[in-house]
Antibody, heavy 119, light 112 residues
Framework: EVQLLESGGGLVQPGGSLRLSCAAS????????LSWVRQAPGKALEWISA????????YYADSVKGRFTISRDNSKNTLYLQMNSLRAEDTAVYYC????????????WGQGTLVTVSS | DIVMTQSPDSLAVSLGERATINCKSS????????????LAWYQQKPGQPPKSLIY???TRESGVPDRFSGSGSGTDFTLTISSLQAEDVAVYYC????????FGPGTKVDIK
């Protein structure tokens, strides 16, 4: 059974940093691209970043480019999102999602972790 | 960037009746080389993460009831729930994956 478990969310002040983690199990982690998708309270889903299976290629939405960094450790079956220069508008539930093979759509999602940016 | 829109914003349907959700993309998501539409549908129940329902515009995810069906091509797509059940109350999102992913704003489905 595929499982994705996010952690690392919490309350952070504007301008601060946070690192999210997503621990994966139930599939061959190193064979699949992964993404982060966020959802602001009461709002729609927003894709923010993806990383290839090897970690060599990364992709970002304009809204986070230059502030967020996606990475992965295939030896630990873990996906990361380093978030710097956080803003109030980054407040959201952050989901990690497993990409379908060679496609940017998602067959499995984690439960999400809430990030609140507020003073 | 491809912008996704959905209609209606919300709808209320009687149990056992049909629910129809529309999704439109700002440019075609039909890839000519393989004749596939790069369009997915997700269901999100309150307090839960999204769940994949349909991809390639009309291919149901394994385990998804056959009352859920997807149709359409190019820029216009439809998700149909043929006979609404109580457990189908949720927000439904379309998503294109022709280019960097983008989601529609969602359609909330309730029981009338």
């Amino acid at each position: 059974e595929v499982q994705l478990l996010e952690s690392g969310g919490g309350l952070v002040q504007p301008g601060g940093s946070l690192r999210l983690s997503c621990a994966a199990s139930g599939f061959t982690f190193s064979s699949y691209a992964l993404s982060w998708v966020r959802q602001a309270p009461g709002k729609a889903l927003e894709w923010i970043s993806a990383i290839s299976s090897s970690g060599d290629s990364t992709y970002y939405a304009d809204s986070v480019k230059g502030r967020f960094t996606i990475s992965r450790d295939n030896s630990k079956n873990t996906l990361y999102l380093q978030m710097n220069s956080l803003r109030a508008e980054d407040t959201a539930v952050y989901y990690c999602a497993k990409d379908r093979p060679k496609l940017w759509c998602f067959d499995y999602w984690g439960q999400g972790t809430l990030v609140t940016v507020s003073s | 960037d491809i912008v996704m829109t959905q209609s209606p914003d919300s709808l209320a349907v009687s149990l056992g009746e049909r629910a129809t959700i529309n999704c439109k993309s700002s440019q075609s998501v039909l890839y000519s080389s393989n004749n596939k539409n790069y369009l997915a549908w997700y269901q999100q129940k309150p307090g839960q993460p999204p769940k994949s329902l349909i991809y390639w515009a009309s291919t149901r995810e394994s385990g998804v009831p056959d009352r859920f069906s997807g149709s359409g091509s190019g820029t216009d797509f439809t998700l149909t729930i043929s006979s609404l059940q109580a457990e189908d109350v949720a927000v439904y999102y379309c998503q294109q994956y022709y280019s960097t992913p983008s989601f529609g704003p969602g359609t909330k489905v309730d029981i009338k």
